[in-house]
């Protein structure tokens, strides 16, 4: 009778042991949502359906943001791709980030940011998260103490260098520190597509880790130029438009940039509803959080014709502006039964509040020197906290710019080469589309700004503007 008494007690202990541990597990699990954020390359606001595309299919990210939370007023990093990248990895934006422009390293990379450098995936990856960067990164070069690898990601796919992510059949990619070679596109070959290898490598990632916490940083390099595609993508569009061929250059010769250009948009479309499909396959769907955005406005290389398409959905300006069209991006959240479907929020936020954001959705705690401030609340559907403004400068070839947003209105000051030079003003309540400077009619709001770009910069080395203010 008292060894049926043990034993009675040492089972009862065992399940509750294992209660608890289960117990632990489970509240763990729900703690720590897997994330994925999918950022395309060069895609303007206006190129979706669900922003007002007309021609360009976007079925799958249409049916993502009915599910989800569409935004109207969320802000890229900068308007070229690796200052953009770095103030999305590190929350700062680029008054105070590392990389405030496109600065490339021979033969391969670009700028590397310092080997302290904290980026969101660092704090993911002290959390227990799995983390993985597929796609293109552009923000050091391999072996740098900016890797992927050095960054916080415990697995990289892809072009370590944003100049090689020009071209979409090449001969190698980076899978973490070696190179993978692509025989079938030596000599001139196209026969590896490089962004479907992106999305298998992404899906494979996602299955490797659908048992434990991963966030994945899928940063695809399309609808960048150049504008090449399969035959068997480009055919749905082909034929369909008027057509101006580019010659090449730089990049690919292209008889259907028209064409091209859609069908890389519909094509990374079909791949995000693969994604999504894969993850209610694996019951993952509620314990997921999907973002997607663009790193910056349309380019207008490779033969493109932004206009043609509005993808600047009306705004003005594209790649390489400071005005709404190359700065202001589509944005969109689905967590299936977490946040409210249908939603479209008018909250004005940008890249560097995504670090914050991703730490309160893990359970982490966020730095205290981000510039970014979180937008959980407003998925969430609670109360908001808001920005005083935002700032950007950028420093590229059209010269020196800088700009804030500000409540309603928006500066802009192009060309920083002397003490007071010109800055623009732009009421967005009444002129979305930044069509009336009202510079003239309101200089008490113009010295503001003007103090602000002054107070806002932080002095950089790397990038000095023409004129140091």
């Not at 298998?200 to 994945?216: G, M, Q, T, V």
């Not at 509040?353 to 730490?359: E, G, I, K, N, R």
């Not at 950007?392 to 804030?404: P, S």
């Amino acid at each position: 009778m008292k060894m049926n008494q043990s034993l009675l007690l040492l089972v009862t202990s065992l399940f509750l042991s294992t209660s608890c541990v289960s117990s632990h597990k489970s509240k763990l699990e729900q703690a720590s949502p897997n994330i994925i954020y999918i950022l395309a390359d060069d895609m303007g606001y206006g190129d979706l359906g669900c922003y007002g595309q007309k021609i360009i299919e976007t079925p799958n990210l249409d049916l993502m943001a009915s599910e989800g939370v569409r935004f109207t007023n969320h802000y890229t990093g900068s308007t070229v791709c690796a200052p953009s990248r770095c103030a999305l990895l590190t929350g700062k934006h680029t008054g105070h980030s590392v990389v405030r422009g496109n600065k490339e390293i021979q033969p391969e990379g670009q700028m590397a940011m310092p080997a302290g450098t904290r980026t969101v995936a660092h704090l993911l990856q002290e959390a227990g998260y799995s983390t993985g960067c597929v796609g293109k990164w552009g923000l050091g070069y391999p072996g740098s103490e900016s890797d992927p690898l050095n960054m916080g990601f415990d697995y990289f796919f892809g072009y370590n260098c944003q100049m090689k992510a020009h071209h979409y059949f090449p001969e190698y990619l980076w899978e973490n520190d070696q190179k993978i070679f692509y025989p079938e596109n030596s000599k001139g070959q196209q026969k590896m597509y490089s962004h479907d290898e992106t999305t298998r490598k992404a899906i494979s990632f996602i299955k490797e880790n659908k048992e434990k916490p991963f966030f994945l940083y899928l940063a695809y390099a399309i609808p960048h130029a150049e504008l090449v595609i399969p035959e068997e993508y480009l055919a749905k569009y082909k034929g369909e438009f008027a057509e101006t061929p580019f010659a090449g250059g730089h990049y690919g010769k292209q008889n259907y940039p028209r064409a091209a250009y859609a069908a890389m948009i519909s094509h990374l479309d079909s791949d995000v509803g693969k994604l999504n499909s894969l993850l209610k396959k694996y019951g993952l769907d509620e314990n997921t959080i999907v973002m997607f955005a663009s790193d910056n406005g349309p380019h207008v290389e490779g033969g493109n014709d932004p206009l043609f398409f509005k993808s600047s959905g009306g705004l003005r300006g594209e790649k390489r502006s400071l005005y709404e069209g190359g700065i202001r991006t589509p944005f969109i959240v689905k967590w299936s039964g977490k946040i409210k479907s249908g939603v479209v929020s008018e909250h004005v936020s940008a890249f560097w509040d995504v670090f914050p954001t991703l730490c309160d959705i893990a359970g982490v705690k966020a730095p205290g020197d981000l510039d970014g401030i979180s937008f959980y609340p407003e998925l969430m559907g609670e109360k908001q906290k808001n920005h005083e403004l935002l700032y950007w400068e950028f420093h590229g070839y059209t010269g020196d710019k800088q700009a804030i947003r500000k409540g309603k209105w928006k500066a802009v000051r192009n060309k920083i080469i002397e003490v007071n030079s010109q800055i623009e003003l732009y009421d967005l309540e009444l002129d979305p589309f930044e069509q009336n400077d009202v510079s003239e009619q309101f200089p008490e709001i113009i010295n503001d700004m003007r103090s602000l770009f002054d107070k806002t910069h932080v002095q950089s080395e790397e990038f000095p503007f023409e004129y140091e203010l």
